[in-house]
């Protein structure tokens, strides 16, 4: 008799907890239901380190797409809208929307973080990230990366964003020599960035001559160098080897500069085996 009161005490238990739950669920949607969208909240969540998207800019981009969530019931907001609306944007890199009770919309967006700068001499205008993308250069989107300028022949056109595949994942055959060389920038750059040094000396990559990699793949551009610190020019060359060519830079800085001053020389020439040319000032 006392287990089957066990039982029936425990079944009743069960079943009010079960009840209020049910309860619980309908008030909820029902609340959800009636409740409006009170704010429109956008984080982006990089900020500190990348200041190219800024939080009233995503929100006005919500706004012009007809999608302002802003006195609407909260179960007509349509998220996944103001989501992809939101991606769209070159910069973005991930977006994620959400709203609560309370009636705020949350929309928290991280960016893409550009390496490098990329504007030559016939208009191309660009970003190339972390990530591995292109993304043209706005007005409003000025960070600081190493730029690159001159007489680059870039391998697409200049309203292309999107991934730039690595050389890896093209076939050999439909590389152009453009392309290569593109990529030899992005990995000197990467370089530069991964060196305290270089990353805070070099602010400037000039290709001061012309060479269409199309046609002639055995005679790549000569690069220059725009440094910092010093009101000087520094000739790389040819980028191959460029390790080799910066340590014996960085032995010159060392030994030369502390004596001579930053001043004295307006061209510093690395393409020689075992020397530097100097120009005087």
Wanted: aromatic content about 10%.
């Amino acid at each position: 008799m006392k287990k089957w009161l066990n039982i029936l005490l425990s079944a009743l238990v069960w079943g009010v907890i079960l009840f209020y739950l049910i309860w619980a669920g309908n008030l909820g949607r029902k609340k959800r239901a009636e409740a409006a969208v009170n704010a429109l909240s956008v984080t982006v969540a990089d900020s500190a380190s990348v200041g190219i998207v800024r939080s009233a800019e995503v929100a006005r981009w919500i706004t012009a797409a007809g999608l302002d969530p802003r006195g609407k019931q909260i179960d007509s907001v349509d998220l996944n809208a103001i989501t992809a609306e939101v991606a769209s944007h070159d910069f973005v890199r991930d977006v994620t929307s959400s709203v609560g009770l309370g009636g705020t919309v949350q929309v928290t967006v991280t960016q893409r973080h550009p390496v490098l700068r990329v504007s030559t001499a016939d208009g191309h205008d660009f970003y190339y990230t972390a990530d591995g993308y292109i993304v043209p250069a706005g007005r409003n989107s000025a960070h600081y990366v190493p730029i690159i300028t001159g007489q680059l022949s870039v391998p697409f056109d200049k309203s292309f964003s999107g991934r730039l595949p690595s050389p890896e994942e093209i076939a050999e055959k439909k590389l152009s020599g453009n392309y290569i060389f593109l990529y030899k920038l992005i990995n000197f750059v990467e370089y530069i960035e991964g060196n305290d040094f270089w990353n805070s000396q070099i602010v400037q990559i000039n290709i001061p001559g012309s060479v269409n990699l199309t046609s002639d793949w055995n005679r790549e551009p000569e690069i220059e160098l725009i440094p910092r610190v010093g009101d000087h020019v520094v000739m790389l060359g040819c980028i191959d080897g460029y390790e080799r060519k910066l340590d014996k830079l960085l032995t010159f800085y060392r030994r030369a500069l502390p004596t001579e001053g930053w001043d004295k020389w307006s061209y510093i020439d690395l393409r020689f085996d075992g020397q530097v040319v100097c120009s005087n000032r």
